[in-house]
């Protein structure tokens, strides 16, 4: 079975500065999808980024970029020129390419913009 | 970018009444949805798979007598809390892959309130 592990409960940033949200996961697969998806206060997950682990080639959109390392397992989220409307849970997510499409979750990151 | 939709957002019921969700995918066919639970200031936990044409697979240790799920159409799957109690109160999102191996596209929630 897949775990996600995201062991920082809550951060802050400094407005315009740059912070980076953690993300273990396990899995004995070799080709499978990760995910940084948003929670603002409206509760409506929004997609942030994707990565496909047989790309080696690190996901950038805009401002948020990942650092995807597949040997270590591990998927953080660099938030580039952090702005208020960044504040919000950060939930890092697995799927495998094969089977059920299920998403597993880790327990989240809530980020706090300081202004 | 593909749309779901859940009806209600915001929903009230007395203890030992039923409740309806419906979650729709509004320009895409899907043949699987996900329901999920969510917790204050927790992850998303997922409840079952809804699977279009065939029976809801439900992950371990949630009730399927309690939560029916209906995969009615290619559009629309339905959850309905039956016998509803306090404890059943919660945030409940649904969400839906428009394409195989992609992101899933997520509905804005429901949050139910058993009195």
């Known amino acids: 079975a897949q775990t996600v592990t995201q062991s920082q409960p809550e951060m802050s940033v400094q407005e315009a500065e740059t912070v980076t949200l953690s993300c273990t996961y396990d899995?004995?697969?070799?080709?499978?999808?990760l995910f940084w998806y948003k929670q603002p206060p409206s509760r409506q997950m929004i997609l942030v980024i994707r990565?496909?682990?047989?790309?080696?080639q690190n996901a950038t959109e805009n401002r948020f970029s990942v650092n995807f390392q597949k040997a270590a397992k591990s998927f953080s989220l660099k938030i580039s020129d952090s702005q208020l409307g960044d504040a919000a849970m950060y939930f890092c997510?697995?799927?495998?390419?094969?089977?059920?499409?299920?998403?597993?979750f880790g327990t989240g990151t809530r980020l706090t913009i300081i202004p | 970018g593909a749309v779901v939709s859940q009806h209600p957002s915001w929903v009230i019921c007395k203890s030992g009444t039923s409740v309806k969700i419906e979650c729709r995918s509004l320009?895409?066919?899907?043949?699987?949805m996900f329901w999920y639970r969510q917790f204050p200031k927790q992850s998303l936990m997922l409840m079952a798979t809804s699977n279009e044409g065939s029976k809801a697979t439900y992950e371990q240790g949630v009730e399927k007598d309690k939560f029916l799920i209906n995969h009615a159409s290619l559009t629309l799957s339905t959850l309905t809390v039956t016998s509803a109690h306090p404890e059943d109160s919660s945030f409940y999102i649904c969400?839906?892959?428009?394409?195989?191996?992609?992101?899933?596209?997520f509905g804005p929630g429901t949050r139910l309130t058993v009195t």
């Open positions: 320009d895409f066919q899907a043949t699987t």
């Open positions: 990565q496909e682990a047989y790309k080696q």
């Open positions: 997510a697995h799927v495998s390419n094969f089977g059920n499409e299920k998403l597993t």
């Open positions: 899995t004995s697969e070799s080709d499978y999808y």
């Open positions: 969400s839906a892959p428009r394409t195989s191996g992609t992101e899933q596209y």
